[in-house]
């Protein structure tokens, strides 16, 4: 008998454990998705001014790919800021961090 109340409790502690882990499964799923959407939409707002003739969004665009490894795509974005003499991106480029990869 005992063995069967203790039964009884840990399904009824057990299905609700169950279906709250469902449940922030899903919401992290749709979490995830949506910050995917928004890293989509800067980025593409970002190419947008870049392609404009815009420093700050070529820099912008320019960290962006750095820190995802796209490093052809930082180096392109990069050069086309420093030709526009941002100081910034002329000191990346000669830097060492930037030499090294």
């Keep these: 008998m005992f063995f069967i109340i203790l039964g009884i409790i840990v399904l009824s502690i057990a299905i609700p454990i169950s279906m709250y882990k469902r449940k922030a499964r899903k919401k992290m799923a749709t979490v995830e998705a949506n910050a995917k959407s928004d890293v989509t939409e800067y980025e593409e707002g970002l190419l947008r001014d870049a392609q404009q003739g815009d420093v700050s969004a070529q820099v912008g665009l320019a960290e962006f790919y750095y820190r995802r490894n796209s490093y052809e795509q930082a180096d392109y974005w990069y050069r086309k800021a420093a030709e526009q003499g941002d100081e910034y991106s002329i000191d990346f ?9």
């Design 93 to 101: 480029i000669n830097s060492t961090e930037y030499k090294r990869r």
